[in-house]
């Protein structure tokens, strides 16, 4: 599995489904139609991570 932000491979698993990329710091969920990236907050707490260019290019891959 691949990082859906930097495409770097140093990926953990945090829980079912989602995912923590060590290259660049974001917690992502994988679904089968869709991937939900998150930015860590400094309390701790997950941010959903706006990139309307980068949110299209993962939907239409994860469609793939």
């Keep these: ?9 140093a990926i953990g ?27 860590l907050a400094e309390d701790g707490s997950l941010v959903v991570w706006e990139d309307p260019i980068l949110n299209s290019e993962i939907s239409e891959a994860a469609l793939e």
């Design 1 to 9: 599995m691949n990082c859906p932000v930097c495409a770097g491979r």
């Design 13 to 39: 698993k945090v829980g079912v489904g989602q995912f923590y990329c060590w290259d660049c710091c974001v917690e992502f969920t994988s679904q089968t139609d869709k991937v939900v990236i998150y930015d």
